[in-house]
């Protein structure tokens, strides 16, 4: 249905920066918009930020606002996120969503594979 390519995760120290990438790519018809969620040990996963592909509007979690800026590419159906001034509370498998309307399917949400983020000193 949706193939993922996500890349960029690995370990940073407190305070550096990090940039994720995710394309996706299948018999996709429409995009209606793309995010990236995190999941850290012990704990539920959780929206990160999110681009409607329609107008770029986004949404931040609270904890990351004013560190991670969320952008994409509609012509490569490509969502990436550039993140700054890391905490280690930031630590987590961040994963890759685009709500989509594939061929053969309704709308529906579709998850990447996951990359890990480590910040660490």
């Known amino acids: 249905q949706v193939q993922f390519v996500e890349s960029g995760g ?3 120290q407190p305070g ?3 940039g994720l990438s995710c394309a996706a790519s299948g018999s996709i018809l429409s995009m209606y918009d793309m995010g990236w969620y995190r999941q850290a040990p012990g704990k539920q996963r ?3 930020a999110v681009i409607i592909t329609s107008g770029g509007s986004t ?3 609270d904890s990351v606002k004013g560190r991670f ?3 994409k ?3 490569k159906n490509t969502v990436y996120l550039r993140m700054n001034s890391l905490k280690p509370e930031d ?3 961040y ?3 685009v709500d989509a309307l594939v061929s053969g399917y309704s709308p529906r949400g579709y998850w990447g594979q996951g990359t890990q983020v480590t910040v660490s000193s």
């Open 10 to 12: 690995g370990l940073v």
């Open 16 to 18: 550096g920066s990090l």
């Open 46 to 48: 959780e929206l990160v």
């Open 59 to 61: 949404n931040y979690a």
């Open 69 to 71: 800026t969320i952008s």
């Open 73 to 75: 590419d509609n012509a």
């Open 91 to 93: 630590t987590a498998v």
């Open 95 to 97: 994963y890759c969503y």
